[in-house]
Structure formats: structure tokens, C-alpha cells
């Protein structure tokens, strides 16, 4: 049977045999090893029990291996978009009742179906809205936060609040009721999972293991203190002195849910759910494309919509949350050896089996070790350093970052991620409307020209060559325009002025109004407005408004062919060499 090309499953599920399939089936078992506590702790971070966190672990990874075009990425609940889900979540009820797990499951609804929408109309771009810096940003944020919001699970005192100021006012308010045990066995588990992704590694190579064999056992750290801390808690009875436990998990398979049809609600969480959707795009295929670059494969980000979308609502109709493709799962993915996202249903089947018959297992495991997991793995996320080098390579992507850390850490994420977002666009329009515009000149026994104030070239008096490196729009024609007839009008002799256009690679209508203001506004002044090296579609868009036909001068294929039609002196008198500096436009 073939199957159609807009399913991501046909690129690899005909040429599928027994030997892919051991090597997908060997990275499931240890990606199911480490998912697991790695489910109930998201569930958790969600405010949603922990079951949930199992239920969102099975039906998407199926989904997506049939939809997705990435052979290597895991899908399933993460930090952030958990962090995300909890504080819309948390919006329309409290968490733990039955409208908080409606709102989760109708998050992942609409996130599901705003990913489907973005994939049918080829919107991939979209998520390019979100700069670097700002997811970079956001996530450093979150990261801080997430870590932040644990505290109540690692000091047994029931804080909470949707950003660091209210949590910082609530853990003062129950400084006082701080639960030692507790305290003990989460700082110990804390400090023994930082010991694992630091020290474990390094000691197990000392110790004579392959690099590949360490590597993984590193990772499966955060099991090994789940397997401790419940058998300890189980043997000490610690859950009697107040210790906080998961308690009993549903056994079973998840049904068919049905998400809520209530209009209302819809509207309080489309736009959670659309921010939710695009972090988790951004985050998805950026690992996505980095793990696929290592094999050389190929990563359709509007197929990859189309998986995670449907992820979304398989999530949804089998009583889960949000997700998205996991960084450090992926990782262990592609290590372990998975070729295919077969490994993904082989993960998924693992999964099910532990919600049919393990969750029993899971009765005694401490909250607070779950906190710490969620604790080291998200601080992983803090990179300050990015701080420190977007300072130096950009005081505009700079301003973008902290206004979205600010953002998140003093108002919560929506808004946090919100305000990046528009930053981003503000400092964009702000950046485009001040272009960078030089006056040229000829670079002496060359048919090269370059910036005066850079090189030392051959210009006339005559003539003012100006080169205009952005795209022309609304937000920045017209102080272009005051800036050429300026610096035209402060040189008496100028008799023509010559635009290169090599770099302009777009025009809009008010562009071209500007330029042809320009050109009535340099004529009044007895100058004629020349254009060189109009690339083609530029040219296209000029014909298209009859500009070359209103035009007071020329439009030359090269700037050497204006310099020889209108000062061919320039060309060999050495005499107009440029020496100063004091050019107007630069």
C-alpha cells in the first residue's frame, strides 16, 4: 500500500526492515526509561495529575511518526510549554479540578488546530516572528522561573503565584512552615541529579565504559533517583511524617475525550494556545534541523506544522496536554541510535504498557524528587552567557532579550513572550527606518565602487553617487528622501545623482512615491535622479507604476556605465581621488 507524499510517514515507511527496526526498538527502551519520570514530573510542573503526563506520552508520538518529517525527535510533554499550559490553565480554574483539566485539554485543542491551519496554508514563516534573542530570552526566563515555581515541592510549603514576584511574596509569607524532611530529600536528590549530568559521565569513562554506554547512563540518572527515593520512602514511611507523595495512578489506557465545545472558554485560551503553539514550533524544529543536519537528512518545517499540530489533537482526544519535541529526549533519541520515528511508536507502546500495569510503582515516589528533575533539567535552559555576547553583537537584539526576560519573570510568560514579540517587531521597523546609506566612489583602476569614508576612490564634483543598502517601505522612503536631497542641495555643483540600487530588493507603493517625489524635488533644484543595477523584480515593480518613463534621468545596468556616460573625467583624472571624510551621507 502506498501512501500519500503529504504523510511524513511515506519518506521511510516503505523501505522499513528488521535490522531499522532493532536499531529503532534499542533507543525506544532507553527514551521510554527516561520519559516516564520525565511525564509525571511536566504533568506535575502543568498542575494536572500525573496520569495525564503518561496519556500525552502515547497517541502523539504514534501521530507524529505518521505526519512528522524528522527521523530523530521525540515528541511529548516539555518544561516550557507545561509552564505555559499551567498559567492559562490556572486562569480559568484551580488546579486539580476538573474545569483546570478541561482548559489543559482544550489547550492542546486549539494549539493542535492553530499548527494544522499554519501547515495547510504554509505559514512555517510565521514562527520566524520570534528572533532569537527573544526565544533565547523567553527560555532563559522561563527556565528561571519553572526552577522558581518548585520550590513548594522541594521546601514542602504551599507557594505559588504566575510570576518571580508573587512567588518570592508567597515564599516569604510560609517561610516559617518549611518541612526539613522534605527539604533533605529534595536537596539531596537536587544535588545528586547536578552530580550525574556533571561528574557521573567523566567517572564512568574512567571506570573502563565506551563513551556511547556513559553517555546514556548519564542520562538515566533522573531514574535511578526516582527508583531510590520511592523505595526509601515506601521502607521509611516518610509520607506519614508529611512527606508529599504522588499516591495512586489510574491504571489503563486513556479514553476518548472530547474536548469542551464552550465557546467562551475558547476565547479565554486562543491566545495561550497560539503562543503555546509557536514556542513549541520554534523549539521543535530548530532540534529537529540540528539532529537531521548531523545525517545529512532534510526537515520540512510546513510538514513538521502538520505533525505537531496533529500531535496536538491526538494529545487532546486521549486526555493530555500540550507538547512539543523535547530537546533532551531528542538527543537521546538520535544517540541511542534511532532511524526512523518508528522508535517514537515503540516509546509509545512502552509507555502504554507502564499505564497498564506499572503505575503502581509509582504510589511512593516523592513529589520533591520529581521537582528536582524538573529542577535540573530546566535550569540547563539558563544561558546567561547568551546575555553577555547579544550585549556586544547587538545592543537592538539585546533590548529585545531582557525586555522578554523582564517580561516573563515580572509578569508572567504570556506576557513576557508577548513583549518579545513586539519588541522585535518595534526595534525592526526602528533598525529599517535609519538604513545605512553611503555615498561611493570609484575604486581607482577597478569598475568597483565603494564607500568613500572606507576606501580611497575617484569621485566628481559633479556627481553624487549614493548607494542605499535595505529594502525601501512606508516606515523609512521618506527620511531617505530628505537625507539624498539634503546632501545633494549642500553640494552647489551637484548635477546629478546616481541611486545604486544593487542592494534594494523590494519596493513598496509608498516607496516608489517617495522616489518619484524625489525625483520632482531634485529636478525643481536643476538635478537629475539617475538609478544604476535595479535588480530584476525591483525593475518589475518600477514598470509597474510607469516610473522609468517619469524619471528625469537614466536607469543604467551598471554604476561604471553611469560614472562613463555622465563624468567620464572621473574615470581618468586622478585628480577627483577622494581624501576627506566629511560626506554627508554615510
Not at 511529548?76 to 498559567?87: D, F, I, K, Q, R
Not at 489506557?253 to 464552550?262: I, K, Q, T
Not at 540540528?290 to 491526538?314: F, H, S, V, Y
Not at 526512523?340 to 509509545?348: E, K, L, Q, R, S
Request: proline share 5%.
Amino acid at each position: 500500500m502506498r501512501l500519500p507524499q503529504w504523510m511524513g510517514a511515506s519518506q521511510w515507511l516503505p523501505d522499513y526492515n528488521r535490522q531499522t527496526a532493532a536499531q529503532d526498538g534499542v533507543a525506544a527502551v532507553i527514551v521510554t526509561i527516561m520519559l516516564i519520570p520525565q511525564s509525571l514530573a511536566y504533568a506535575m510542573l502543568a498542575g494536572l495529575p500525573p496520569e495525564v503526563g503518561l496519556y500525552a506520552s502515547i497517541l502523539p508520538l504514534v501521530v507524529y511518526a505518521l505526519f512528522g518529517t524528522s527521523r530523530t525527535l521525540a515528541v511529548g510533554p516539555v518544561a516550557v510549554a507545561s509552564l505555559m499550559t499551567a498559567a492559562a490553565a490556572s486562569e480559568i480554574a484551580a488546579s486539580g479540578s476538573a474545569q483546570y483539566l478541561t482548559a489543559a485539554i482544550l489547550l492542546a485543542t486549539l494549539s493542535g488546530a492553530f499548527l494544522v491551519l499554519m501547515a495547510l496554508f504554509k505559514l512555517g514563516w510565521i514562527a520566524s516572528l520570534l528572533s532569537h534573542p527573544v526565544v533565547s530570552g523567553f527560555i532563559t526566563a522561563s527556565g528561571l522561573l519553572i526552577a522558581a515555581s518548585q520550590l513548594k515541592h522541594l521546601l514542602g510549603i504551599p507557594i505559588g503565584g504566575h510570576n518571580l514576584y508573587e512567588l518570592g511574596v508567597s515564599l516569604y509569607m510560609h517561610i516559617g512552615d518549611i518541612h526539613w524532611p522534605t527539604v533533605a530529600l529534595g536537596g539531596s536528590a537536587t544535588l545528586f541529579l547536578f552530580w550525574v549530568r556533571k561528574a557521573f559521565k567523566p567517572l564512568l569513562l574512567k571506570i573502563g565504559f565506551k563513551p556511547f554506554w556513559a553517555d546514556l547512563t548519564s542520562k538515566a540518572g533522573p531514574v535511578l533517583a526516582v527508583v531510590v527515593t520511592t523505595l526509601l520512602t515506601a521502607w521509611l514511611h516518610l509520607d506519614k511524617g508529611g512527606l508529599a507523595i504522588v499516591g495512586d495512578i489510574p491504571r489503563g489506557l486513556p479514553g476518548f475525550v472530547m474536548p469542551s465545545l464552550d465557546l467562551a472558554l475558547w476565547k479565554q485560551l486562543l491566545v495561550p494556545a497560539i503562543l503555546i503553539s509557536l514556542i513549541g514550533f520554534v523549539e521543535s524544529i530548530s532540534v529537529a534541523q540540528t539532529l537531521a543536519a548531523k545525517r545529512r537528512q532534510r526537515i520540512n518545517p510546513d510538514q513538521e506544522l502538520m505533525g505537531l499540530g496533529t500531535a496536538n489533537l491526538a494529545s487532546a482526544f486521549s486526555g493530555g496536554f500540550p507538547v512539543t519535541g523535547g530537546f533532551s529526549r531528542s538527543v537521546v533519541n538520535f544517540d541511542a541510535g534511532a532511524q526512523t520515528p518508528m522508535a517514537g511508536v515503540f516509546t509509545a507502546v512502552g509507555i502504554a504498557m507502564t499505564a497498564l500495569f506499572l503505575t503502581g510503582l509509582f504510589a511512593f515516589l516523592p513529589k520533591a524528587t520529581l521537582a528536582a528533575t524538573i529542577v535540573v533539567a530546566v535550569l540547563s535552559l539558563v544561558d546567561l552567557g547568551a546575555l553577555r555576547h547579544t550585549w556586544h553583537f547587538s545592543r537592538l537584539d539585546f533590548a529585545a532579550m531582557i525586555i522578554t526576560i523582564l517580561g516573563v519573570l515580572g509578569f508572567g510568560v504570556e506576557v513576557g513572550v508577548m513583549a518579545g514579540v513586539i519588541s522585535s517587531l518595534v526595534l525592526y521597523l526602528w533598525r529599517t527606518n535609519q538604513p545605512h546609506v553611503a555615498e561611493i566612489g570609484l575604486v581607482p583602476g577597478t569598475e568597483h565602487f565603494r564607500n568613500v569614508q572606507r576606501h580611497e576612490v575617484r569621485v566628481s564634483p559633479r556627481i553624487l553617487s549614493i548607494r542605499i543598502d535595505e529594502a525601501l517601505y512606508f516606515a523609512n522612503v521618506r527620511r531617505l528622501e530628505d537625507q539624498i536631497y539634503d546632501a545633494a542641495l549642500q553640494r552647489p555643483q551637484t548635477e546629478h545623482v546616481i541611486v545604486n540600487g544593487a542592494a534594494i530588493n523590494h519596493l513598496d507603493a509608498s516607496a516608489v512615491d517617495g522616489l518619484l517625489s524625489l525625483n520632482q524635488r531634485l529636478s525643481d533644484a536643476g538635478v537629475t535622479l539617475h538609478f544604476s543595477e535595479i535588480k530584476g523584480p525591483v525593475m518589475d515593480q518600477l514598470n509597474l507604476a510607469h516610473f522609468p518613463g517619469q524619471l528625469t534621468g537614466n536607469i543604467y545596468l551598471t554604476h561604471y556605465q553611469a560614472i562613463e556616460d555622465l563624468a567620464p573625467e572621473c574615470l581618468k583624472n586622478a585628480n577627483h581621488d577622494l581624501h576627506s571624510n566629511d560626506t554627508p551621507v554615510s
